[in-house]
């Protein structure tokens, strides 16, 4: 895959600040879909990024940036970068709910 330069939509800058420092509450289904993607991604592109690490295990608001950085920076030359770049909105679109959720979550527990 090739780069390409890019400046970052308000909702893209929003989704990072929105992501937690900790890493996201991931239901099986969800880990093991972003950990694919993730792996895949890595795979197709010859990337090393967060190397030895589960997608359950990353701090969200890396793993989010991470794959925004990649959807607007990477170009696919390649059937199976294709294939790994197209997967990232959704995954994208996923961690912003988990995170929205968890946000969500941690405000209820504020609430006496």
Same mark, same amino acid.
């Given at each position: 895959m090739t780069k390409?330069?890019?400046?970052p939509e308000l909702s893209e800058v929003r989704m990072v600040r929105r992501a937690p420092e900790t890493p996201f509450a991931f239901t099986a289904d969800d880990r093991n879909y972003i950990g694919s993607c993730l792996a895949d991604?890595?795979? *197709?592109?010859g990337l090393k990024v967060f190397a030895? !690490? *589960?997608a359950d295990e990353i701090?969200?608001?890396? !793993?989010i940036k991470q794959f925004i950085d990649w959807w607007r920076n990477l170009e696919p030359i390649n059937e199976a970068q294709r294939e790994a770049h197209g997967r990232l909105p959704a995954a994208i679109r996923l961690l912003d709910t988990v995170s929205?959720?968890?946000?969500?979550m941690a405000q209820?527990?504020?609430k006496p």
């Open positions: 390409t330069d890019y400046i991604v890595q795979s *197709a592109s030895g !690490l *589960a701090p969200a608001r890396a !793993l929205s959720w968890m946000e969500e209820r527990k504020g």
